[in-house]
């Protein structure tokens, strides 16, 4: 079964004046894209691998061939980490999280805005491309963590609940070298009720 693009919840301009149409559209459908189809060839003569789902590829690194890891790595990933992405963003978004992931965000950072703090630096201070993560492990902890290029935390065993590219390509357009900028816009478009379903399944 071969993996597909997915489908965007929203047109390329509804997260505007955050993240410009342009952006969106050539993040979906040219990287995004690519990720899509590289995957896809590098599995075209694994058909026991194709079966698989991306999640238990993608935690199961270690049994996918040599020939084909770290494709399946890169371009896995970028196709795990950039559907979870795009859901992770709406309209008329931001504002702070509510229900158990609220709760357990206070419980882990102290308050709100300590966690908004870490997780802005975190993003900000990446050093090449990457992203930033809120992530729950395997005792139910939260934490902050970063992933250089296109890792994603089930990687690690880690269930991510909360992410954002720091791809140049994410922001460059709209925001040139400012990544910060682009950083402190993006909470304007977070789907808090997305987040709260990640962290709320097993």
Known sequence: M???LPTLPYAYDALEPYIDARTM???HSKHHATYVAKLNEALQDHPDLQEQSLEELLKHLDSVPD???AAVRNHGG???NHSLFWKLMKPQGGGEAKGALGEAIASTFGEFAKFKEEFTN???TLFGSGWAWLVKDESERLSVIKTPNQESPIMMKMKPILCID????AYYLKYQNRRPEYVEAWWNVVNW???EKNFNTV
Do not use: F, T
Request: aromatic fraction near 4%.
């Open 2 to 4: 071969k993996h597909e």
């Open 25 to 27: 559209e050539l993040h």
């Open 67 to 69: 020939m084909i890891r």
């Open 78 to 80: 970028g196709h795990h």
């Open 122 to 124: 975190s993003a900000a």
């Open 166 to 169: 720091v791809w140049e390509h």
């Open 193 to 195: 009720e997305e987040a």
